[in-house]
């Protein structure tokens, strides 16, 4: 079936323009609740050029509105998303026991807050700190969609097995200069705390990438933690425990 030049899926084109995920967008549309200049449009698949106006029924806004994220301080000993290896996913500490007595998002626990909530970005088994779950496309594509640019900032101590220090230019080769998977790995900004602590700060998230980073200049990774992602900070929320995001609360 031809298509109209330069045209693309509705879906895809609401996610570019920031107005629902994919599968959010599909479900939206075939819902009845989409229009395309003016007109509902429920056949997935359909497509749009770019210049034609999207609009959403106030609905959609409200199923959206109602879709939350939470923050975790994950412990060691929790794996990010699906259970694996007899190992619990952190998705079972957002408990209201758990919830931090300090979260002032003005949220109120729901059972169904727990429902569909996925890991926006990876946190090793054996790493620990801020970890993301959301219900909310939006955000998912916003932390880990392949245009993103939000920072993460790690705490990571390390050893030199040698126990001498690190050279100038095993530094700088963590700042810019490894490949893994024989791909090049984007600038990242890495720097001493202390003598034994390093402070990364990347925009991308490889499987297991700072310490793959740290094995090819000869550092074995002890701990490590996440402190921010984008704008929002870890803080004090205490280990094992989890508040919901703000409104008005972004990473950007």
């Known amino acids: 079936m031809a298509h109209t030049p330069g045209s693309m899926r509705l879906s895809k084109r609401m996610s570019e323009l920031g107005i629902a995920s994919r599968r959010e967008a599909d479900e939206w549309i075939a819902a009845g609740w989409v229009r395309v200049d003016g007109?509902?449009?429920?056949?997935?698949?359909?497509?749009?050029?770019?210049?034609?106006?999207?609009?959403?029924?106030?609905?959609?806004?409200?199923?959206?509105?109602?879709?939350?994220?939470?923050?975790?301080?994950?412990?060691?000993?929790?794996?990010?998303?699906?259970?694996?290896?007899?190992?619990?996913?952190?998705?079972?500490?957002?408990?209201?026991?758990?919830q931090w007595r300090e979260d002032h998002s003005g949220t109120r626990f729901l059972r169904e807050h727990t429902r569909s909530l996925v890991p926006a970005g990876r946190l090793d088994i054996d790493s620990v700190g801020l970890l993301v779950l959301t219900q909310d496309g939006r955000v998912a594509k916003q932390l880990i969609g392949e245009d993103s640019d939000i920072e993460k900032e790690y705490l990571v101590r390390v050893e030199r097995p040698d126990g001498g220090p690190l050279p100038q230019a095993s530094l700088a080769l963590l700042n810019h200069g490894l490949e893994l998977d024989g791909e090049a790995l984007r600038p990242a900004q890495v720097e001493w705390v202390n003598e034994d602590q390093l402070r990364f700060v990347l925009k991308q998230g490889k499987k297991r990438q700072i310490r793959r980073m740290c094995e090819a200049v000869g550092l074995k990774v002890i701990g490590l933690k996440r402190v921010r992602i984008g704008t929002v900070m870890l803080g004090d929320l205490p280990t094992g425990q989890w508040r919901y995001l703000k409104v008005g609360e972004t990473f950007a």
């Open 39 to 98: 007109q509902v449009v429920k056949e997935l698949g359909s497509r749009v050029v770019v210049g034609q106006q999207v609009t959403v029924d106030a609905k959609a806004r409200h199923q959206q509105a109602q879709r939350v994220t939470v923050l975790i301080n994950k412990p060691v000993g929790y794996v990010s998303g699906q259970a694996e290896d007899g190992y619990e996913p952190a998705v079972v500490l957002v408990t209201p026991q758990n």
